[in-house]
């Protein structure tokens, strides 16, 4: 991005994520179980391309490739930063401080002015808004003159489909911008508060930049869901299995082992909004019978995170390893029909529940349920025969199905 220095290469990857336990009961304080994905986000960013004076953004998974002037990226994270409080006081340390509100607003205004013809659909908009919002917050206050780059943001993930592709977005992006601050060693603007970043690896970050990049990341995700539970951007940022209740801070549980699971996509959108508030309703008309339900959600939830962490040990027997695992598969089933008691499965998704029953697994719904995703895990002992001819099966009835792993590490710098 700078015009003085040798041109950058930069790869940075990130998990998605799944809910495995608390769907829609975490609305009501109940306890949710998330972990992240093997599919993942990989951002490259390249200041070796062929259009001089241009910036290409490239994110297929919105089907956005657009081109802007580098002069207009420069005059707008010239501008300064709208601020809750003087600029002597920020630095990207500090997401606090900026006025969300306002920041939207002004790029709003640059999109609309600088987009030209292209007009940009609404999961096209929010992906550029994101950027331009950290790339803002990020390099608006350094001293930096940009070049020409391509950056480019592919992933695994579907698109609002539940598995946390807007939280692994936002961490690349933050991420990445990080690392570009750290290999150019760039210096804030008088004007603005100095930093120090003390992590002399290159080629990781540490945990106070781990936190950082989990901080911004829930900022960017403000945009997209106006109110997150903070449990994507954590998951996507650290890897591993999280715990969560509302209005507590999400709890990070490491892992010593993966678990295989199958991610089964219905290619049903889903509209989490509309399940949320019907869930909301049902539960004004019949409390006690849906509040009946919550609460066992919630002991499910608490039994099946006793179960993984059981299973982390790495102590158990075969004989005990087995009997886990069968005790995962009950209270999937459990947690599974609860959830359709709530209203939010779909033919669909107990369609792939039986096709998964009769082959000797167990799978629910993922996310908000309506459509979606359902996932199932597969035991470390399970016959991988059955499992071709489940996923084979699946395809034939029109169903994505892939093979993943879930719990494996968050965001990361990947060799070039």
Known sequence: MTSSQPPLKIRISAPGKVILHGEHSVVYNKLAVAASLGLRTQLEYSEEVERQNVV???????????FYHVQDLQDFIDKPLPLIKSPC????????????????ASIATFIAEKSGSHRLEANQQLAFTSFLY???????????????????????????????????????IVAFFLQFIRLRKLKPKDNYKGFNITNPNLESFDKKELELISKWAFQSERIIHGTPSGV?????????????????????????????????NTKLPRDTK??????????????SIIDGILNSMDQVSTRA??????????????????????????LTDLNQNLLRCLGVSHPKLDEICFVLSNNGLHGKLTGAGGGGYAICLVPPHFDKVVV???????????????????????VSIDSL
């Open 56 to 66: 290409a953004l490239d994110f297929p998974a919105v089907n956005m490739l657009h």
């Open 89 to 104: 006081t920020y630095n990207f340390t500090h997401p606090e401080l900026l006025d969300h509100e306002e920041i939207l």
């Open 134 to 172: 950290l790339l803002w917050a990020f390099l608006g206050p350094m001293n930096i003159q940009l070049t020409h780059f391509k950056l480019r943001v592919k992933s695994e993930l579907t698109v609002s489909a539940g598995t946390g592709s807007s939280a692994s977005f936002a961490v690349v």
């Open 232 to 264: 994507d951007n954590t998951i996507c940022t650290y890897g591993g299995l999280v715990q969560f209740r509302k209005g507590t801070l999400p709890l990070l549980i490491e892992l010593a082992t993966k678990f295989t699971t199958i991610l089964i």
């Open 274 to 287: 509309r399940l949320v508030s019907m869930v909301a309703e049902r539960r004004e008309k019949y409390k």
């Open 305 to 330: 995170l006793q179960c993984m962490q059981k299973i982390n040990t790495k102590t158990l027997n075969d004989f005990e390893l087995l009997n886990s695992y069968e005790t995962l598969g009950e």
């Open 388 to 410: 071709k001819k489940i996923m084979e099966e699946l395809k034939l009835k029109e169903f994505d199905a892939v093979l993943t792993d879930l719990g494996g590490c968050g």
